[in-house]
């Protein structure tokens, strides 16, 4: 029984630069949740989706970044025109109906140099 | 809002000793509470969660927390730890309405067990 999925586990980007960070929910899970840890920090909420919808963008910065998690295919975290301050660790989370009961990827650590 | 307090960032503590990690929360809700741990370079597994019942909450791995709704506290403990605990611990809270489905993290303590 697969668990989430992440890949790339490393990115290293330019700044200016585009990074796309992709995520594989668990099996039968049709909730995504993506969070951000910059170095020495707690992870913080950016995102919360279902297929095809935007539930909850609170945590999203306003420019350069997006999500989708489309009917087929894997979640899509793209952050266009990267900064040094982008570096941080990325993680995906899943859940079924329950969205307070999240099971996390191993994460995708991002480098802007 | 959510918030959530880790109290230490750092504990250290010897093989076999007991431990308790601390974290207290703020919220205008009614919560659910969790705690995570991560070893390095990996995700964050789930060591235990309180949706509601018992306030003392077992977990994997000997851990357990206890809810204290007068304290607004979720504490982790194990009676005797070992080297393989040795992680990084997160407190977690998530709350119903227009925040369900977003966990609010504390900011992490780092476990080390010494020999």
């Known amino acids: 029984n697969a668990g989430v999925m992440q890949n790339p586990r490393h990115l290293v980007r330019r700044r200016g630069q585009e990074a796309r960070l992709r995520c594989s929910p668990m099996?039968?899970?049709?909730?995504v949740y993506w969070y951000r840890q910059l170095p020495e920090e707690g992870l913080k909420f950016m995102v919360y989706?279902?297929?095809?919808?935007?539930?909850?963008e609170s945590g999203m910065p306003k420019e350069r970044f997006s999500a989708e998690f489309p009917k087929e295919g894997p979640s899509i975290l793209r952050i266009q025109q990267v900064v040094r301050g982008d570096s941080a660790a990325y993680f995906c989370?899943?859940?079924?109906?329950?969205?307070?009961?999240?099971?996390f990827g191993p994460g995708t650590r991002l480098t802007v140099t | 809002a959510q918030s959530v307090t880790q109290l230490d960032s750092q504990v250290p503590v010897f093989e076999e000793a007991p431990v308790e990690l601390r974290c207290n929360y703020s919220?205008?809700?009614?919560?659910?509470l969790f705690w995570y741990v991560q070893y390095p370079n990996q995700g964050l597994q789930l060591l235990l969660k309180?949706?509601?019942?018992?306030?003392l909450v077992k977990g994997i791995n000997g851990f357990e927390a206890e809810f204290n709704k007068s304290q607004t506290s979720f504490h982790l403990r194990k009676p005797s730890v070992h080297i393989s605990d040795t992680a990084e611990y997160f407190c977690a809270v998530s709350a119903g309405g227009t925040s369900y489905g977003k966990l609010t993290f504390g900011q992490g303590t780092i476990l080390t067990v010494h020999p």
């Open positions: 099996k039968g899970h049709s909730h």
């Open positions: 989370a899943s859940s079924g109906d329950k969205a307070y009961e999240q099971y």
């Open positions: 309180y949706l509601s019942g018992s306030t």
């Open positions: 919220s205008s809700v009614s919560v659910y």
């Open positions: 989706l279902q297929k095809e919808n935007i539930i909850d």
